[in-house]
């Protein structure tokens, strides 16, 4: 292991010396102090849900109520992913004293993802940190700098497959009923992206992409501001999904700015992270059937993912004839409930997990599910995807007489109301102003439309419209 250890220069002239293998220093520990050479990193970094994890106002009114509920019996379940350096450093256990520790604590730090040591497991959060002040990334050959040693780590580098062990740790859970209740990593070591091409294991096409490939794209650029450095790949730290900021980011003056940063990524990453299928055809028995084809395209694992207990994601689909609307399925308002919508109509088709507790009634508590039913769309096993039938969704709407126009979209929602509402009954919570902070987001690739003049014949048996960026719906195997 090659260690940079500071020059005794170095450290006079920053007035901060190192403690090399002593535990970790205090500045190490605080966000602010990469900042002052990895300035883009920290502001990435400050307007993602890492940074908020800890702040996060439903996280902190769930695990309130949790610890509550389970008379404890919750212990560090939550924050051990949530503010993992301030139980490594036994600043917490339980994450009720969150509001008493300093900001450079909570959420997942910086120094929390660059001092793994070892991965013991693959779920829960499993990680030892070292506890040192060795920064661990993918460059073979720092520069030496005085602040941290650096040092070369498999698993931070996006080429190597096994690196996605690291994010997996935390973005997969089994919880206190053994029910594995978020699934990212598994889903993903079972999809292709997990496995090297077959045919040339030195191709990364479709295959061999791992979780910081996809959620940390690079660009050319130095990675420090700092003598002596060179051209190298920087990577975004914005790492979004789906979760937004319910308030401003943490940091006052550029918390609503890196709110709406945040959005524009997602849209970015969400775009064509699904693709659809329109067909209108007459039905077997007279009237017009309005078929609709759903594919996870570009996740790599389930869509939606993660949090899947609280995501919802639901089709709209509006059909004409001459300027009639004569169906109308999925048509939500912003301010309006999902599942209010659902229950109203049999026909909308939602995408998301229940949770269900051990009485067999609906659950959304984390610690109170004890199983739950989940629908969601596939990532697929093997590339080459127009092979892989059995990842596509289908379903049919039936009406009467002709139609000429349809329109669909498929839209998500990251967290219910309904949650909102339930944390309000005994939390100290502004319920209204995160509900109304909520967003309704839509996959921009579904968002096509059928006419007799944009359909094309194809052996999906009519004339059919397809997202311009999926994958051949039309040659797929009976
Ligand atoms: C959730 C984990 C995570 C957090 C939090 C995180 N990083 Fe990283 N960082 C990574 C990974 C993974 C890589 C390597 C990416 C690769 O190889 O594709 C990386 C790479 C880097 C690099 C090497 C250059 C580059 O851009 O690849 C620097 C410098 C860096 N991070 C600094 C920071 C700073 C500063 C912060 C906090 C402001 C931070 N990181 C927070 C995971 C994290
Ligand atoms: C005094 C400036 C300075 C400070 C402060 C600083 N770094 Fe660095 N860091 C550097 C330099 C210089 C490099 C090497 C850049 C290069 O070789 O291109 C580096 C490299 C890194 C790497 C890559 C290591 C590798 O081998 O892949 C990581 C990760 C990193 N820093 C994280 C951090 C984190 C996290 C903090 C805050 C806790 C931080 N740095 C604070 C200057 C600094
Ligand atoms: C210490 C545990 C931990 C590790 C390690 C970790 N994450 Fe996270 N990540 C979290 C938590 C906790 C959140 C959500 C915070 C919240 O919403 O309150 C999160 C959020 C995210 C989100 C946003 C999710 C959404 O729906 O908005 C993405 C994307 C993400 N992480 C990717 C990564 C990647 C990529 C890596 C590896 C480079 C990684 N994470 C490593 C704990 C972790
Ligand atoms: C092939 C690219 C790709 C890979 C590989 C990938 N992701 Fe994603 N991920 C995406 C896209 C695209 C989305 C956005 C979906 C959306 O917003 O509709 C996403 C969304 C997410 C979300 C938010 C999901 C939700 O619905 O709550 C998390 C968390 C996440 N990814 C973590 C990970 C982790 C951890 C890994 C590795 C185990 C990983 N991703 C691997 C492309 C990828
Ligand atoms: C193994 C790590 C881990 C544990 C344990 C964990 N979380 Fe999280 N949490 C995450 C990750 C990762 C995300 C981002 C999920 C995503 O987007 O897929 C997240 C997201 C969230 C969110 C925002 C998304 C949503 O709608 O749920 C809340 C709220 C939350 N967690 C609360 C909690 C509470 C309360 C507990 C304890 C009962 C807990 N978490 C336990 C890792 C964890």
């Avoid at 779920?123 to 070369?152: C, F, K, Q, W």
């Avoid at 190597?160 to 598994?186: K, P």
């Avoid at 939500?332 to 997990?353: E, H, N, Q, R, Y």
């Avoid at 096509?448 to 014949?457: K, V």
């Amino acid at each position: 292991m090659r260690r940079n250890l500071p020059t005794l220069a170095a450290l006079l002239v920053l007035g901060c010396p190192v403690e090399p293998d002593n535990g970790p220093s205090e500045q190490l520990l605080d966000p602010e102090t990469c900042a002052e050479c990895h300035p883009q990193h920290y502001r990435q970094w400050l307007g993602s849900m890492h940074a908020y994890a800890a702040d996060d106002p439903v996280f902190l009114a769930m695990n309130a109520r949790g610890q509550r509920e389970t008379g404890g019996t919750l212990g560090d379940f939550c924050v051990r992913c949530h503010a993992p350096v301030a139980v490594a450093l036994g600043k917490t256990t339980d994450g009720l004293n969150l509001d008493e520790l300093p900001q450079s604590l909570k959420g997942v730090t910086c120094y929390f993802c660059h001092n793994v040591e070892s991965i013991g497991g693959t779920h829960n959060n499993p990680i030892t940190l070292a506890l040192d002040n060795v920064m661990r990334g993918e460059i073979a050959d720092p520069v030496d700098n005085p602040v941290h040693e650096s040092v070369y780590a498999p698993m931070m580098d996006d080429n190597v497959l096994e690196s996605g062990a690291m994010c997996g740790s935390c973005h997969d859970i089994v919880n206190n009923h053994e029910v594995h209740l978020e699934r990212t990593y598994a889903e993903w070591v079972d999809s292709f992206y997990d496995d090297p091409d077959p045919s040339n294991p030195a191709l990364k096409n479709y295959y061999a992409q791992t979780c910081s490939g996809c959620h940390l794209p690079g660009s050319n650029s130095p990675i420090a501001d700092f003598d002596g450095v060179k051209l190298r790949r920087l990577r975004d730290h914005s790492m979004v999904g789906v979760d937004i900021a319910l308030t401003d980011f943490p940091n006052a003056t550029e918390g609503p700015e890196l709110v709406a940063a945040q959005r524009a990524l997602m849209e970015v990453q969400r775009a064509p992270a699904v693709c659809a299928g329109l067909c209108v055809r007459p039905g077997d028995e007279g009237g017009t059937d309005v078929v609709v084809w759903l594919h996870n395209e570009a996740s790599g694992h389930f869509w939606p993912s993660g949090a899947t207990q609280d995501r919802r994601a639901w089709l709209q689909l509006e059909a004409f004839a001459e300027d009639q609307q004569i169906l109308k399925v999925g048509v939500i308002a912003d301010d309006a409930s999902v599942a209010v919508a659902a229950a109203a109509d049999p026909t909308l088709w939602v995408f998301g997990d229940q949770g269900i507790g051990v009485d067999g009634q609906p659950a959304s508590m984390f610690w109170d599910i004890a199983d739950y039913e989940s629908n969601l769309l596939p990532v697929a096993a093997i590339a080459g995807l127009k092979y892989d039938k059995t990842t596509w969704r289908e379903r049919t709407w039936h009406v009467e007489g002709e139609v000429d126009r349809v329109a669909i979209q498929l839209n998500l929602r990251p967290i219910p109301f309904e949650l909102i509402d339930e944390l309000a009954e005994e939390e100290l919570f502004d319920a209204a102003a995160i509900k109304a902070r909520i967003p309704t987001f839509s996959v921009a690739a579904t968002h096509i439309e059928w006419t007799p003049e944009t359909a094309e014949m194809t052996d999906l048996e009519g004339p059919c419209v397809k997202s311009a960026s999926c994958f051949d719906v039309i040659a797929m195997d009976e």
